[in-house]
């Protein structure tokens, strides 16, 4: 045997011509009438993330990386202006609901900086400072967060 009689085509008796018999054709007739289309099944789409299962304020926990602490954002804080660094993947309705879960307060507006990776020498060779999102939060007057550095 050789490779090539692997790949060969079997001859059937069915398929020599003249050796069909007419009920075989009447047969494959009707049930190509009778063939339907599979149904198609429409599963809903449940988003789910492995955050789902936490609290609500271990998931807003993990939207906020840290406080941003500058002398801008100490100016800000007289405004009643506090800026957080968040993961790059948050939203501003993500990070209002983080904000009110945690501290209890009323957030006005959000204003998010996208600061993006800048090139950097370090031993005379390229690299790249990170970059990183912060949000800029507005909260309603009266309301306080007490942020330690």
């Known amino acids: 045997m050789s490779v090539l009689d692997y790949f060969k085509k079997e001859e059937r008796p069915e398929s020599k011509p003249g050796n069909v018999p007419e009920k075989k054709v009447e047969a494959k007739a009707e049930t ?8 198609t099944v429409v599963k809903p789409v449940v988003k789910t993330s492995p955050e789902s299962s936490l609290a609500k304020n271990e998931r807003a926990a993990l939207i906020l990386t840290a406080p941003h602490i500058s002398e801008k954002s100490s100016l800000l804080s007289t405004q009643n202006q506090y800026v957080f660094r968040v993961i790059p993947r948050a939203n501003k309705p993500e990070i209002k609901k983080a904000i009110e879960a945690l501290y209890r307060v009323k957030v006005t507006s959000v204003n998010i900086i996208n600061r993006p990776p800048r090139p950097k020498k370090w031993q005379r060779q390229p690299g790249y400072q990170s970059g990183y999102k912060k949000a800029i939060i507005t909260l309603k007057a009266g309301d306080q967060i007490e942020i330690i550095p």
Do not use: A, L
């Open 32 to 39: 190509e009438k009778t063939v339907q289309k599979p149904k």
